[in-house]
């Protein structure tokens, strides 16, 4: 089983440096032939360390590597920890990674720097893994900067479109502030417990429960400010409120990099450490109560900025920054496992969802207006039906009595659930949130399908695609398309579609018992609170039928709005007026950044180049001493002549002066 592991952490690193090195020497076909097999050969080892889990076969092992550091009281190896929570993780990153580099053969067909391209996504892939595997804290954070340096590598990937290059330095450096909070994490649960090891420090956490510590001046609850600030990490690269205004602007990478971030990477890294560290987080009630309430009211702002926008990218990705909170809320409620269960239907469907996107955008000359969609179910349908499955499973689609539905049912209405059942004020908060967004989620999901399959065509008012297809009036006839027929996608593109849609129909139906009901599976690999297991399922029916219900109204909304009849879209948007525009400018918060942070700081740039550089660096340096040389070796020059007497009289004179200054 040691290398099983080695082989599932270290083939994509070593197919990314061989990949990286060729890069064009070879043809692209060798990058993508080498990336993609080493990832499938990782997925097909990852699953059957999981399914050993499931049945109780398995257990958690650690493969040593190498001694890493040892300095004073600091000492800790390069260790791959393989248990339950982290056979979770490589089944999803795995397998959803397999596939993302699958479907960018016919995505990315046509770029010239498909090699590179691939290099960074098996890149991506082998820092995710880091962080999943890792024994210690360190080591967690080695992955954690690894998936960021990667994912600015990705979504900048078209480095002479300037909006990607803005987004990228934007998911930089926002994920820069939440990883100063993780760094502070890890130095003072050092500071604490004197070791980086995450299973000694789980070990002794619930010994430090009630201790305090010096703070900013202050007495605080050690656990509280550890744990808060560890959150605070999980923020930035899981885009909860305050510290999300990276992710929609990620959306200016190539699609099949918003599939990988989105679903199975980057943006689960916070979720998954704070349920990795539960037993720290079980100890810190009021870390808890931040995290239910920071992910709540992401569940809701993200759902409502969702409501509102026209690229079919940023709706998905807007999504994904709702259900992030789903995660999270439930987390904080101590259920660690739906809050994991989640985590894994929802990489199906939301991989489902964007790589399904990325094939409207494909046939439709990448055009990601969904107001120049319209009628698409017949032209593209197979992508059409992949899309139904992912719709139908984000929404919810289930029954509770028949015990029948789709992913997201199973995990999202036990998150709904579980909450409700905690009985605690921020519990019923996030109930009530998350209903409200299932809601809303219901009403974007149908408003994306019914603009982009239904509806009338409205390819001919693109001026992208018309221009991108090169017809002639002539050439168009009298076809009302402008002579353009969206086409299906290449069959690179069409296998990943088929494989995720059998994950968003039945990943919930097969899994939710092991993930939600059995200790045993989890094997303490996580914190599990199973007097709260059992107060989920004893909810009352209205709370069991609360997301169906919702999900009903969404789906009628959208509708009447965009089916029924298509004016009352204006409408409302126009009656509404403020409340639209605060929705569709998503909350103000990147104008409220940008005059609180980015004005000053430019501020301040200039304030140290006019002052500073140019005021006194180059006014007393090149402009000032520097130019006294100049000009003295220039006048200096002139007493070089070369000739005897001339330097003989120059002696002369100096002997002169000398014998002068020192007589009077």
Known sequence: MQAQILAIVFLPLLASIVAGLVNKSAPSVFAKSITTGALFVSALLSW??????????AEATVVPVLTWVQSGDLAFDWALRVDTLTAVMLVVINTVSALVHLYSWGYMEEDPDQPRFFAYLSLFTFAMLMLVTADNLVQMFFGWEGVGLASYLLIGFWFKKPSANAAAIKAFVVNR??????????????LVFGTVSIPEILEAA????????????????????????LFIGAMGKSAQLGLHTWLPDAMEGPTPVSALIHAA??????????????PMFETAPVALGLVTFIGAA???????????QWDIKRVIAYSTCSQLGYMFFAAGVGAYGAAMFH?????????LLFLGAGSVIHAMHHEQDMRYYGGLRK??????????????AITGVGIYHLGAGFAGFWSKDAILEVAYGRGTELGNFAFWMGTLAALLTSFYSWRLMFLTFWGKPRWIQSEHIQHSVHKTPEEAGEDTTGGYHPHESPLSMLIPLGVLSIGAVLAGQLFAPTFLDSEAFWNGSIFYNEDLIHRMHAVPYWVKY??????????????????????????????LGPIYRFFYNKWYFDELYHYLFVVPAFWLGRQFWKLGDIGTIDRFGPNGVAWVVEKGAVGAKKFQTGYLYSYALVMLLGLVAAVTWVLF
Request: net charge neutral; charged share 10%; with cysteine.
């Open 343 to 351: 985590l894994f239907t929802h990489a199906f469907f939301k991989a």
């Open 177 to 190: 502030v939440g990883d100063l909070g993780f760094m502070l994490g890890i130095f003072g649960t050092f």
């Open 298 to 308: 992401t569940c809701i702002f993200a759902a409502t900025v969702g409501t509102t």
């Open 48 to 57: 059957p360390i999981f399914l050993g889990f499931v049945t109780g076969s």
């Open 206 to 229: 619930p010994g430090m429960s009630g201790a305090t510590i010096g703070f900013l001046g202050m007495r605080v609850h050690t656990m509280d400010i550890l744990c808060i600030l």
């Open 379 to 392: 032209e593209i349908p197979l992508t059409f039906w992949a899309m139904m499955a992912g719709t139908l």
């Open 546 to 575: 609360a997301a169906f219900v919702v999900m009903l109204i969404g789906l009628f909304v959208a509708w009447l709005a965009y089916i029924k009849d298509t004016t009352i879209p204006g409408k409302a948007a126009e009656q």
């Open 265 to 278: 990477t980057m943006v689960t890294a916070g979720v998954f450490m704070v349920v990795r560290l539960s």
